[in-house]
């Protein structure tokens, strides 16, 4: 059975680690998300991160329940820098670009942490942020809520995965990276008209669209797509 975690209040250490620092759960995230970043998932233990705090790994179970629930409040903090600095201005269709433009970022600053938590509920403030202030925007721009909920669905859905899937591509080598980028030139862009004649006419294209994310791309598609249904709602 897990242990149940301390209050805030009471987990504050009263002393600084052997390394000089106080620990708090920011802290404990930020230095989890370096990790994710300098060594992937599997560097990511209790051990390690007590280590690179300069505190016995038992210390971490006074702010998470276990590793599990710090991989929630690493999604969490994601979310939270995407929305920092956000506000809406009352057009919708702006608002939602820019908070799938910012979560998707976020994510892919950080693939590794992306590949770990962009399919996880977390039930944390800023999520709940953050879904709050897209419902608020769907509602308030007329849409019903049985729409809002379907646009929101596939919003957040769609974010969250080209975030996942762009994020793994980035946490590949550069040697890994750079070979699926040339196929498009040294395979794709070489085939004959003759077996592949669309392929073909749309290799130049290709060899520099694929190399980019498509998100932006079906972002407004999606953002087209609940505009005529908003239309069509308003008669």
Do not use: C
Request: glycine content about 6%; aromatic content about 6%; cysteine-free.
């Amino acid at each position: 059975m897990p242990k149940p975690v301390v209050p805030e209040e009471k987990r504050r250490r009263r002393r600084p680690t052997k390394s000089g620092t106080v620990l708090s759960e920011r802290l404990i995230v930020d230095t989890a998300l370096r990790m994710l970043r300098e060594h992937g998932s599997a560097g990511l233990t209790a051990r390690r991160l007590g280590l690179a705090l300069g505190a016995d790994p038992s210390t971490l179970y006074r702010y998470f329940r276990g590793m599990d629930d710090l991989t929630l409040a690493i999604g969490d903090a994601l979310i939270g820098q995407a929305l920092e600095g956000w506000r809406p201005t009352g057009e919708w269709r702006a608002d939602l670009r820019a908070v799938g433009l910012r979560i998707h970022a976020a994510y892919i600053a950080h693939p590794q942490a992306a590949l770990l938590t962009t399919n996880r509920v977390t039930g944390r403030a800023n999520e709940l942020a953050a879904d709050e202030a897209v419902l608020d925007v769907l509602r308030t721009a007329g849409f019903p809520p049985a729409d809002t909920v379907r646009v929101y669905h596939a919003f957040i859905d769609q974010t969250l995965a080209f975030a996942a899937l762009d994020a793994a591509s980035l946490a590949l080598p550069n040697a890994a990276q750079r070979a699926d980028e040339d196929m498009w030139r040294s395979t794709y862009a070489r085939l004959p008209r003759t077996t592949h004649p669309r392929i073909a006419e749309a290799a130049p294209l290709l060899a520099t669209r694929m190399v980019t994310s498509a998100y932006p791309t079906a972002l407004e598609m999606l953002l087209d797509s609940a505009a005529a249904r908003l239309e069509a709602v308003n008669g």
